[in-house]
């Protein structure tokens, strides 16, 4: 009995000992990105919910120089896009791509 009551003691300290002294796991930090653009298809090869997404990576490049941040992984990146609008005789829509990213 005096044995197993010795070593359950010392697997107790070994394991409190363990946890102790290992470094934790880097978690992911995450971050949603926001973009939006205004324009017509006409002059866009991939059109307004294209160009929002270029923005949106854009966006995202910046930040990530400013920082100092090696690797981001993106998330889905999702775009929706609203009614057509009238602006200079032109039609527009407003298109807004949003994405996950973490580091």
Not at 42 to 65: H, I, P, S
Not at 80 to 96: A, P, Q, T, V
């Amino acid at each position: 009995m005096r044995k197993i009551w010795i070593l359950s003691a010392i697997f107790c300290a070994g394991f409190i000992t363990f946890t102790t002294f290992v470094p934790e796991r880097a978690e992911a930090r995450c971050k949603t990105f926001t973009a939006s653009h205004n324009g017509t298809d006409m002059f866009y090869d991939d059109g307004a919910r294209g160009t929002a997404k270029n923005k949106l990576y854009l966006q995202v490049e910046q930040w990530r120089k400013e920082n100092g941040i090696k690797r981001v992984r993106f998330g889905k990146v999702r775009t929706s896009c609203g009614e057509w609008f009238m602006k200079y005789f032109l039609m527009h829509k407003k298109c807004i791509a949003k994405a996950r990213v973490c580091y």
